[in-house]
C-alpha cells in the first residue's frame, strides 16, 4: 500500500475508534510497526496532532481538532468528488444537495491557486447526459482505480493515452488516444477520445479500461466534439 493510502487509513481508524494501538494499525494496514511510526510522524509533519502514551502497548489518540483533510485533496480527488455529486444529479437521486453543494464549496475554497485552475480546467472536460432507456446496463463492472489519476495527468497536460479494452463482445485491443472529454449517462461513465487508428472520435466506457497509462512523450490538440444536444458540460448543470 502506498504511503498516502496508508496515511489516510491511519488518520480513518483514528477518527473513528477514538484510539489505537501501533500493534492494531499495523494489523489493519498491513504493515510493520516500524512503518506504522514512520507513518505517524509524517503525519505529525503534515499538521496532524497525535497523542501517545508511553510504552509497547500505549495507545495512539488525534486531536480532532487538527484535522486538515480539504488542505490535503489532490486534484484528481476533488474531481471525483463533483463527478459523483454531478452524476447523482443527473439522475435525480442526490438527497440533501444543498448541503452537499455547501460542502464541496468549502473543499474547494480550501484549495491553493494552482489546484483550483486544473480543477478548472478538468472540469471542462466533464460532460453530462441522460442514457436512453433501451440502453443495457445489466453488465457494468467496476472501474480502474488507476483511471482518475491517468485522466489527471492526460488531459491537464495533454497526453495520449495508452490502455487495455474490452468491447461489448470481450474482445480486448490495445489503444492510444487523444483524451478528450468524460461523459456521464449514469449509470454508465465513458471516456471520449479521439483515435487515430480509426480517425474518429470514439466512446469508450470506462468500467472496460484498464492499464492506463499517459504518454508524457505524445501531445495532442483539443478538438471539438459534437455531442448530442441533450448532452450539456458540467458548468452547465442546474444547481
Known amino acids: 500500500m502506498k504511503a498516502r493510502l496508508r496515511h489516510d487509513a491511519i488518520v480513518r481508524s483514528l477518527r473513528r475508534n477514538g484510539t489505537s494501538t501501533i500493534d492494531r494499525l499495523a494489523k489493519e494496514v498491513g504493515v510493520t510497526r516500524r512503518t506504522i511510526l514512520r507513518d505517524v510522524s509524517a503525519l505529525r509533519d503534515q499538521g496532524f496532532v497525535i497523542h501517545s502514551e508511553p510504552g509497547r502497548g500505549g495507545g495512539l489518540q488525534l486531536d480532532p481538532q487538527s484535522l486538515q483533510m480539504t488542505a490535503r485533496l489532490t ?34 475554497q480550501a484549495l491553493p491557486a494552482d489546484k483550483i485552475r486544473d480543477l478548472r480546467r478538468f472540469l471542462d472536460c466533464l460532460h453530462v447526459g441522460r442514457l436512453s432507456p433501451q440502453q443495457d446496463t445489466s453488465d457494468i463492472g467496476t472501474m480502474d482505480p488507476a483511471l482518475l489519476p491517468s485522466f489527471e495527468a492526460a ?15 470481450g474482445n480486448r485491443t490495445g489503444r ?40 508524457k512523450d505524445r501531445a495532442f490538440r483539443r478538438r471539438h466534439i459534437p455531442f448530442e444536444d441533450d448532452v450539456c458540460p458540467y458548468r452547465d448543470l442546474p444547481l
Open 75 to 108: 486534484v484528481a480527488e476533488v474531481f471525483a468528488l463533483l463527478i459523483g455529486v454531478a452524476s447523482m444529479r443527473a439522475t435525480g437521486s442526490l438527497p440533501f444537495s444543498q448541503l452537499a453543494d455547501a460542502g464541496l464549496a468549502k473543499i474547494e
Open 155 to 169: 488531459f491537464l497536460e495533454r497526453h495520449f493515452l495508452r490502455f487495455q479494452y474490452r468491447d461489448a463482445k
Open 176 to 215: 492510444e488516444v487523444e483524451p478528450q472529454a468524460m461523459l456521464i449517462l449514469p449509470p454508465i461513465w465513458y471516456l471520449v477520445a479521439w483515435d487515430p487508428a480509426r480517425n474518429d472520435f470514439r466512446h469508450f466506457r470506462m468500467d472496460r479500461i484498464t492499464n492506463p497509462q499517459p504518454l
